[in-house]
Nanobody, 123 residues
């Protein structure tokens, strides 16, 4: 599996962005897809996770109610819809996948990573 993240940019506080994570290769082995982010000088942190075949997404408290994780019907692309962005959301955002079906919130649980896309929110 290869992952390609895109959709980042520079926005103002209160704006919205949609990140995409396009998968290629043998996507049938994906059990879970997650989104993580890493701000300068900080550790990579969990944002959202979704069981890839079926099930509901789970969110970090910091983004709950503002971010929505969805996927296309063919299960080739995951989307992170980010609304009401705040300066503290500024980070490089990464998508990642793993084969196990158990949703995980630790980056160490994930095997395959996209290259990251920068999101910068100005106040």
């Amino acid at each position: 599996v290869q992952l390609q993240a895109s959709g980042g940019g520079l926005v103002q506080a209160g704006d919205s962005l949609r990140l995409s994570c396009a998968g290629s290769g043998d996507l049938s082995i994906i059990g879970v897809m997650g989104w993580f982010r890493q701000a300068p000088g900080k550790e990579r942190e969990f944002v959202a996770v979704m069981p890839w075949r079926s099930g509901s997404p789970y969110y970090a408290d910091s983004v709950k109610g503002r971010f929505t994780f969805s996927r296309d019907n063919l299960r080739t692309t995951g989307y992170l819809h980010m609304n009401n962005l705040k300066p503290e959301d500024t980070a490089v955002y990464y998508c990642a996948t793993k084969r196990e079906l158990r949703p995980g919130t630790s980056p160490a649980d994930y095997v395959t990573w996209g290259q990251g896309t920068q999101v910068t929110v100005s106040s």
